[in-house]
């Protein structure tokens, strides 16, 4: 016997068509979704690697890495280490990111901040003082900008940084099995390189997502009536065209008064009419009166439009 599950209207997607369920992760992005990411993942990796570059004066490069859904705990594991680890708030969604700042990256960019080159090649490997955590927050707020920019063309969405204590809270509270976005960044501060990775909720991701797509729904009668009213006095360009032999441009600059070019186009042989440079009709040039016409014959149909 077959059990059929009802589907309540707020299960539904916001675009009104059925997505498929992984009833196994019931939080993951569809791949195609997660395709789409790579255009904010680069639009993000430039506005931040020039607005950086004019903050600190310096040249600074950032180029996009990967771009996946794992767990938090894989997340954790592939962070480069040593690191230090801030909690973001989205809204409206309001649910939380984590950022992870590698110490390759995140302390040439203080000594920048407190007046050095920024060219200490030594790996610093311990937590960060509550004093740099404060100096480096403008760096932070910038991040938060650029992503605000970065994801305008998919959804409206804020970035807040929010403090140090809530940040503990929210890693220790994170179970294992977490799904989140990936989003990984290679930064290179003068000559030096380094790393970030931003992890952001999967499930309030692809809502995001899925709100974001355009309605496929067929459009109600009355509002299709309605547009073609609206439309019918537009006007088109008809063409009839023979659609013969080619010429070179040396004969075609040639031309002189007199000359016969021949089409080779029997008369028998339909010609098609193009509406705005589109084919649309085959048929034959014939007399009304004393001028030339066009007889109908036929409408042609593209393979893609038949279906």
């Known amino acids: 016997m ?3 599950t009802p589907v309540h209207p707020e299960s539904a997607s916001p675009s009104g068509r059925i997505v498929p369920y992984d009833f196994h992760q019931p939080d993951r992005i569809p791949a195609g979704q997660l395709r789409s990411l790579r255009s904010v993942q680069q639009d993000l990796a430039r506005g931040l690697g020039a607005s950086l570059s004019a903050y600190l004066r310096t040249v600074v490069s950032i180029a996009p890495t990967r771009i996946d859904q794992v767990s938090f705990a894989e997340f954790s594991r592939s962070a480069p280490q040593p690191l230090t680890s801030f909690s973001l708030r989205i809204r409206p969604q309001d649910v939380r990111a984590l950022l992870q700042v590698s110490h390759n990256a995140l302390f040439p960019m203080l000594e920048i901040l407190l007046g050095g080159k920024g060219s200490s090649p030594v790996s610093i490997d311990r937590d960060i003082t509550e ?17 605000k920019l970065a994801w305008a063309a998919v959804s409206a969405l804020e970035f807040a940084l929010e403090g140090e204590e809530t940040s503990r809270q929210y890693l220790a509270s994170l179970p294992p099995a977490h799904e989140l976005l990936t989003v990984g960044f290679n930064i290179t501060v003068g000559e030096l390189a380094g790393s970030f990775q931003i992890g952001l909720p999967s499930r309030a991701i692809r809502a995001v997502l899925q ?49 016969i070019l021949t089409f080779d186009h029997p008369l028998s042989k339909e010609v098609e009419l193009e509406l705005n440079g589109a084919s649309k009709f085959q048929g034959h040039i014939v ?21």
């Open 2 to 4: 077959a059990v059929r």
């Open 131 to 147: 004093i740099e955590r404060v100096i480096f927050t403008p760096i932070l707020r910038i991040l938060m900008q650029e992503l």
């Open 211 to 259: 709100a974001a797509e355009p309605s496929q729904a067929e459009p109600p009668a009355e509002d299709r009536s309605k547009l073609l009213r609206l439309i019918q006095p537009a006007q088109l360009n008809a063409d009839v065209r023979l659609n013969g032999p080619r010429m070179l441009l040396r004969d075609l600059l040639n031309i002189e008064s007199g000359d």
């Open 287 to 307: 007399s009304a009166g004393k001028k030339r016409a066009f007889q109908v014959k036929r409408q042609i149909v593209r393979e893609n439009e038949a279906r």
